[in-house]
């Protein structure tokens, strides 16, 4: 079975920066999209960020400019740099393949919370 194990949230200032690491198990990454998401409290799991098998990145607009999606196939890893945060990026952070597939299961996710 697919598995992630995330990491690198804490706490931070508005307009803070932290950098999150996936590390991604029984998968060939190079071969698949990868993608972060992040579940706030009582809200639904949102696509935050996108990068393709070759490289192409897309994000959503609520954090397009400030969040910087990569992946290092080698290590079988994904990162989010996360730059300028704002108190509604207060979520936990999960990475997954994109698309989801059947086989994969979410990990534990990170917590990243932006409070003054």
């Known amino acids: 079975q697919v598995q992630f194990a995330e990491s690198g949230g804490g706490s931070v200032q508005p307009g803070g920066s932290l950098r999150l690491s996936c590390e991604a198990f029984g998968i060939i990454l190079r071969l698949y999209g990868m993608a972060w998401y992040r579940q706030a409290p009582g809200m639904q799991r949102e696509l935050v960020a996108q990068?393709?098998?070759?490289?192409?990145?897309h994000y959503s607009e609520s954090v397009k400019g400030r969040f910087t999606i990569s992946r290092d196939n080698a290590k079988s890893a994904v990162y989010l740099q996360m730059n300028s945060l704002k108190p509604e990026d207060t979520a936990v952070y999960y990475c997954n393949t994109d698309p989801i597939l059947p086989t994969t299961a979410w990990g534990q996710g990170t917590q990243v919370t932006v409070s003054s």
């Open positions: 990068i393709a098998s070759g490289g192409r990145m």
